[in-house]
């Protein structure tokens, strides 16, 4: 009696054990695509300084967001890498160790080569970096804006405005650039075709470029201005970070104006400042995210986006631009936009590997 | 370029000559940097509430004064290492304030706040005849012009009274003051908050002159404000004349700029190679002529 009933028990644990291995090679044996189904797509950004205050960074997250909510299938971890370079290397092989991640998105001209070292130590890590350049790493995927194009659209807005195109415009013919500091792209790229675009208005027009030292001293700035101005400047493109306002300030101050760069910048002092170009880095996030989550970005890949791409825009419909840039100026860099959507401009990075 | 020179000396200078106090009474207030950067967000903050210029200035003065409050109760009342103080006040300003600006305003970044008026200049027009005085003289922001009368003070306060002399024994022999029944303590409290309200002072002309409050704005300038002690050998008309040298030299650099084929970033080094140089040539004298300084 007792040891039919043993029987029956090891019978019971035998047909217990067949089932759970049969369904575990059922389930082993169900195609790949089911399983990575229920496991969300993961993305992580790594955001190489804040992103509150940082129109490109702001862009950056909320590109890559819209991508995820979009996706419903995926989740987004934002990390703040803080404004030390050298810690960015850290940061970013922080996030690939953990194995967490299928994709890490990050947004600044330095940090290729950064990933392109840390991908060697992970090579099974995708990464899509905006706004820097790199061809060639199979785990690597990048996107550059055409900041020759940019830059020149700057430059022929300044142009038509230093050649009488705004009431309070001088009748030197002098343009003026605020850098925070010099680096290839500024250079190399931005200067030239900064004053290539001003020059297309009128041969004669030249070119004042200075130089704060870093990317906040305000005061320095506006001193940087003052000076400008006294040498017979009337518009100046500031790309100064934090240095912008002391330029806003010193313009307000003396009639003069201001253009930005990268995002829309009217707000920050309407009659003052002028023209905004634009890149589309937020497009450019969502679309390339979303490619990434559905499993159809192309890696290895140095991509270059510019005006006829429609990632490079000058900011036309702003209220402020329409209220204070008269319809003739306004009509001539119409015209411009046209040519460049028609011929885009050739474009060498400066440092491409 | 002398007329920017004097604007950019002016902030320098009240920190210097604020710092100067504190130093002479045996305090070393290397919370300047920190000191000036809430002066900067107060007086936005309050010029924006008030809509007026002197309210703004008034608010940094008290931020300045509320910092070198805490530390003094910090370093001198419960006599915690001083250094280690001043740099927790410098990073408690430069973590306290993006807190705040977020709380507050929902951003750490660009502060644009509405009603917050233009910093007026004075004397705009006026003409001698002679540029250069000119310049020197007239229409400048209003700020500037408090620095004048702030060196004559300094000067008759350190010099000329009882005060002034009982501050500096408290930073040479503070025996002798307690020796005839006086707390030095009192006396080292005193040049602190004097200090913190020339740094708060310091750094709401720098952020009334923008109009706007951005982070860091500061720049490094109450850490300068801090060597024009030491270069003007402790004196308030010593502090002016190294506050105008610094000033100058930024002003020669900014300027130099638009005129010189050498690269702006070499040129805008100029400051502080001047600040090393002279650095040393005051070590150096101090070697050959031995003084109070």
């Known amino acids: 009696m007792v040891r039919t009933r043993i029987r029956r028990t090891q019978i019971s644990l035998l047909y217990g054990a067949l089932i759970v291995l049969l369904s575990t090679l059922l389930l082993g044996c169900a195609p790949a695509e089911d399983a990575a189904i229920d496991r969300p797509y993961s993305v992580a950004v790594f955001v190489p300084g804040v992103v509150e205050g940082s129109p490109t960074y702001e862009m950056l997250v909320e590109g890559v967001r819209r991508a995820v909510d979009e996706s419903g299938n995926a989740t987004v971890r934002i990390v703040e890498g803080g404004f030390n370079q050298a810690e960015w290397a850290g940061g970013i092989t922080s996030l690939a160790a953990t194995g967490s991640y299928d994709l890490i998105v990050s947004s600044n001209p330095s940090l290729p080569e950064i990933v392109n070292e840390v991908s060697q130590s992970f090579p099974e890590q995708h990464f899509l970096v905006l706004d820097g350049y790199w061809e060639g790493n199979p785990r690597l995927r990048t996107v550059m804006f055409n900041q020759r194009e940019q830059a020149y659209l700057n430059g022929y807005f300044a142009g038509l405005v230093t050649t009488g195109g705004m009431p309070d415009s001088n009748d030197a013919l002098r343009i003026g650039l605020l850098a925070g500091q010099e680096y290839p792209m500024m250079n190399q790229v931005i200067r030239p075709a900064f004053l290539e675009g001003a020059q297309a208005v009128n041969t004669d027009i030249e070119l004042d470029f200075r130089v704060l030292g870093n990317w906040f001293d305000a005061g320095r700035a506006a001193d940087l201005a003052n000076s400008m101005l006294d040498r017979g400047v009337d518009v100046i493109l500031s790309i100064a970070g934090g240095g912008n306002q002391g330029v806003i300030a010193t313009a307000r101050d003396r009639n003069a104006y201001v253009l930005w760069f990268d995002s829309s910048g009217f707000h920050h002092g309407p009659g003052v400042v002028i023209g905004s170009s634009l890149v589309k880095l937020d497009q450019a996030a969502y679309e390339r995210t979303l490619e990434a989550i559905e499993g159809s970005l192309e890696f290895g890949v140095g991509e270059v986006l510019g005006v006829a791409d429609g990632y490079v825009r000058f900011d036309d419909q702003d209220p402020n631009y329409i209220e204070y840039v008269p319809e003739d100026v306004r009509a001539r860099h119409a015209d411009l936009m046209q040519r460049l959507m028609d011929e885009p401009m050739e474009f060498a990075i400066p440092g491409a590997n | ?293």
Request: glycine residues 12%; positive net charge.
């Open chain 2, 1 to 293: 370029m002398i007329y920017y020179a004097i604007e950019v000396m002016a902030p320098l200078l009240l920190a210097g000559l604020g710092g100067l106090f504190a130093e002479l009474a045996g305090v070393l207030n290397i919370a300047l940097e920190g000191m000036m950067l809430a002066g900067a967000f107060a007086a936005i903050v309050t010029a924006s509430l008030t809509g007026s210029i002197l309210a703004g200035m008034l608010g940094g003065l008290l931020a300045g004064l509320l910092l070198a409050y805490l530390f003094y109760f910090v370093g001198i009342r419960m006599r915690a290492n001083i250094f280690i103080v001043g740099l927790a006040i410098n990073l408690l300003a430069a973590g306290t304030i993006p807190f705040l600006s977020s709380a507050m305003f929902g951003t750490k970044g660009v502060l644009r706040l509405p009603n917050v008026p233009r910093m007026p200049g004075l004397f705009v027009g006026v003409e001698t005849g002679f540029p250069l005085l000119d310049q020197i003289l007239f229409g400048h922001s209003f700020g500037v012009y408090l620095t004048v009368p702030a060196v004559l003070l300094a000067g008759f306060v350190l010099r000329r009274t009882a005060f002034g002399l009982r501050l500096r024994s408290t930073g040479k022999n503070p025996e002798t003051l307690r020796a005839v029944g006086l707390n030095p303590d009192r006396y080292r409290r005193a040049a602190l908050l004097i200090s913190g309200m020339g740094a708060g002072l310091a750094g709401s002309l720098l952020a009334l002159r923008l109009g706007v409050y951005l982070p860091n704005v500061s720049a490094g300038r109450g850490w300068i404000a801090l060597v024009t002690i030491y270069l003007g050998y402790k004196r308030p008309v010593g502090v002016l004349i190294a506050a105008l040298c610094f000033a100058l030299a930024e002003g020669v650099s900014v300027a130099a700029q638009g005129v010189l084929q050498i690269p702006g970033t070499l040129l805008l080094s100029l400051p502080y190679i001047l600040t090393v140089v002279a650095m040393i040539v005051y070590s150096a004298m101090r070697r050959v002529a031995p003084s109070d300084a």
